[in-house]
């Protein structure tokens, strides 16, 4: 099976290591997504007609969808996108999914840092974050069966910046520190943790009055 690579966490992109294998359409698309979503767990199919077609599927919806399968399999490779017990699954290997590669990234960074490899838990936490490229299945947004996981990715995303951030201030990195804890509350101004490491990057600049500032914007 050639090794691809599926990237949700912004526009959907599969590429293999010489191309990028476009994925015209919308319902095809919008079936990728939803298979990737749940990657090597098996949907129902009548599941996958809802979804792809939003709740409001056509007559002949079925035909159809396999149609998009068949046309998926070609794209992908036969063994991509499996029928079992009355569904579809797309095979995926973990490295291959950006979502999956970021959570994992996050979750050894956290490790790293527990154990006081604070160089280790800030280079994983950089390159998780570098994955993303705009929202998590940004395709779909505002469908609702993709609503919840790309809120938990997105909150993810959050605590992870939160992280890189505090991990940074550990390494003593204050002045770099300012201007991308600037841009993290400007993008999620309600999330507390994040405004707590631009008020502390600011008084270790020795910027006690912005940091005083920045506190009177979060109060």
Same mark, same amino acid.
């Given at each position: 099976?050639?090794? %691809?690579?599926?990237?949700?966490?912004?526009?959907?992109?599969?590429?293999?290591?010489?191309?990028?294998?476009?994925?015209?359409?919308?319902?095809?698309?919008?079936?990728?997504?939803?298979?990737?979503?749940?990657?090597?767990?098996?949907?129902?199919?009548?599941?996958?007609?809802?979804?792809?077609?939003?709740?409001?599927?056509?007559?002949?919806?079925?035909?159809?969808?396999?149609?998009?399968?068949?046309?998926?399999?070609?794209?992908?490779?036969?063994?991509?996108?499996?029928?079992?017990?009355?569904?579809?699954?797309?095979?995926?290997?973990?490295?291959? %999914?950006?979502?999956?590669?970021?959570?994992?990234?996050?979750?050894?960074?956290?490790?790293?840092?527990?154990?006081?490899?604070?160089?280790?838990?800030?280079? %994983?936490?950089?390159?998780?974050?570098?994955?993303?490229?705009?929202?998590?299945?940004?395709?779909?947004?505002?469908?609702?069966?993709?609503?919840?996981?790309?809120?938990?990715?997105?909150?993810?995303?959050?605590?992870?910046?939160?992280?890189?951030?505090?991990?940074?201030?550990?390494?003593?990195?204050? *002045?770099?520190?300012?201007?991308? *804890?600037?841009?993290?509350?400007?993008?999620?101004?309600?999330?507390?943790?994040?405004?707590?490491?631009?008020?502390?990057?600011?008084?270790?600049?020795?910027?006690?009055?912005?940091?005083?500032?920045?506190?009177?914007?979060?109060?």
């Amino acid at each position: 099976m050639e090794r %691809l690579s599926f990237r949700v966490l912004g526009p959907l992109w599969v590429g293999s290591a010489t191309a990028e294998l476009l994925v015209p359409g919308l319902r095809r698309r919008t079936l990728l997504i939803r298979l990737l979503m749940s990657a090597n767990e098996v949907v129902p199919a009548q599941r996958l007609i809802e979804d792809v077609w939003d709740g409001a599927p056509p007559a002949g919806a079925a035909a159809t969808l396999q149609s998009h399968v068949s046309w998926l399999r070609r794209l992908l490779g036969p063994d991509r996108v499996e029928f079992r017990d009355g569904g579809y699954v797309a095979v995926v290997a973990e490295s291959e %999914l950006d979502s999956r590669l970021f959570e994992s990234e996050v979750n050894e960074a956290r490790l790293a840092r527990r154990a006081s490899e604070l160089e280790t838990a800030e280079q %994983l936490l950089r390159e998780a974050l570098g994955r993303w490229r705009d929202d998590a299945y940004a395709d779909a947004a505002g469908v609702a069966w993709v609503a919840g996981e790309a809120t938990r990715l997105g909150e993810l995303r959050a605590g992870a910046t939160e992280d890189w951030l505090n991990v940074r201030l550990e390494l003593g990195e204050h *002045a770099s520190v300012v201007a991308d *804890a600037e841009s993290a509350v400007a993008a999620t101004p309600l999330r507390e943790g994040l405004w707590a490491a631009l008020m502390l990057a600011l008084y270790r600049c020795g910027r006690q009055g912005e940091a005083l500032r920045a506190h009177q914007r979060l109060s």
